[in-house]
């Protein structure tokens, strides 16, 4: 059960992020689509990270068994949290003047999303899966 672990304080990270997510992906069999679609929500959740929180981590983990590769991908944080939870996951919402599609976005891009958000921690979880061969 391979992982990585990128810490996310600066800008650089969420690019990191990515690549750790990306990495674990291609060496797991997924096609290119799917590991662009990986890549591109764990930076929407490292960057949410680190412009609402300061901080926070991305920890990629192999969760493959014998018929299906399964990555999952925890961002947490310890920031302010999120004030209204079901707001932040409908399309168009922002608090920040962007496109609000982050965290909706995010959601879209796997097969798995989960969020829980306090005021001091929040936590992503995104599984993407395909059957192996």
């Not at 949410?48 to 018929?67: F, K, L, M, P």
Request: glycine residues 12%; contains cysteine; proline residues 3%.
């Amino acid at each position: 059960m391979p992982h990585g672990q990128v810490e996310l304080k600066r800008s650089s990270d969420i690019v990191a992020a990515r690549q750790a997510c990306r990495e674990m992906a291609r060496a797991l069999g997924f096609g290119s689509a799917d590991q662009t679609r990986l890549a591109t929500a764990v930076s929407e959740l490292a960057r949410n990270a680190i412009q609402y929180a300061g901080e926070g981590v991305c920890v990629v983990t192999d969760d493959s068994d014998d018929e299906t590769a399964i990555i999952r991908v925890v961002v947490e944080d310890h920031g302010p949290g999120i004030a209204d939870l079901d707001k932040a996951l409908e399309q168009g919402f922002t608090t920040s003047g962007g496109l609000g599609a982050g965290l909706p976005g995010a959601r879209r891009l796997v097969h798995g999303f989960a969020i829980s958000s306090e005021p001091g921690h929040t936590i992503v979880q995104l599984k993407t899966v395909r059957k192996k061969w």
